[in-house]
């Protein structure tokens, strides 16, 4: 079975400070990630995928993440977050070889302070 | 660029009542997929559909029923309502031959069983 670790439920942080949501997963096969990001009283939009090649990906709004099998991670990154960045982010895994269906983590929300 | 479509957007209905939630994938897309999220709660896949057939099925209660149409328009049809379906209902729509894995979230259907 798969599954899908957010390790914090809320990250606070400063307008214009990094941040880095957590993300580790645990599956026996391969799976691509994905990072959702959902604003409040909205859908789920894609930040960014990783399916393979580079580890590193970039997504939109500044965003990226690291696919580490080692350690089975996919943290996502910003090196400057902004007001408009509070919401809730979502990790998400698809197993290659069992249908298209998403798991998602339990979600962090993150707070940007000014 | 065109968007899933859902409706109703809000839904109120009483205990033991039937509701039908409508999706209207992006078009040539030939999947779709259906996810409820509760509060506070990470989305959770109940079924999906590939061209017109049921592609995969996940934690969808019995008194829940879902088809796709010749359209490739979903319905999901949802029987003797509880308290606990209140949640926000997404549909997804992806393009499978296109291989990138993506999955298009709709604005959700917010359900209220009171």
């Known amino acids: 079975a798969q599954s899908v670790t957010q390790l914090d439920s809320q990250v606070p942080v400063f307008e214009e400070a990094p941040v880095e949501l957590r993300c580790n997963y645990s599956?026996?096969?391969?799976?691509?990630l994905f990072w959702y990001v959902q604003y409040p009283n909205q859908g789920l939009q894609l930040l960014l995928k990783y399916l393979s090649g580079s580890t590193l990906v970039k997504g939109i709004n500044g965003f990226e993440a690291e696919f580490n099998k080692s350690q089975t991670s996919f943290h996502l990154r910003k090196p400057s977050v902004h007001i408009s960045d509070t919401a809730e982010y979502f990790c998400?895994?698809?197993?290659?070889?069992?249908?298209?269906?998403?798991?998602f983590g339990t979600g962090t929300r993150l707070a940007v302070r000014p | 660029a065109a968007g899933v479509i859902q409706s109703p957007r809000h839904l109120i209905k009483e205990k033991r009542e039937t509701a039908t939630l409508k999706c209207y994938p992006i078009p040539r897309h030939d999947t779709v997929y259906w996810y409820q999220q509760g509060p506070g709660q990470d989305p959770q896949f109940l079924i999906s559909?590939?061209?017109?057939?049921?592609?995969d099925k996940g934690s969808i209660p019995d008194r829940f029923s879902a088809q796709q149409f010749s359209d490739y328009h979903s319905e999901l049809n949802m029987s003797s309502l509880e308290l606990g379906d209140s949640a926000l209902y997404f549909c997804?729509?992806?393009?499978?031959?296109?291989?990138?894995?993506?999955?298009?979230f709709g604005p959700g259907t917010r359900l209220t069983v009171t």
């Open positions: 559909f590939y061209e017109k057939m049921q592609s």
């Open positions: 998400a895994v698809n197993l290659k070889s069992s249908g298209d269906k998403l798991t």
């Open positions: 997804a729509s992806s393009l499978v031959e296109g291989a990138d894995y993506e999955q298009y």
């Open positions: 599956s026996s096969v391969s799976v691509y």
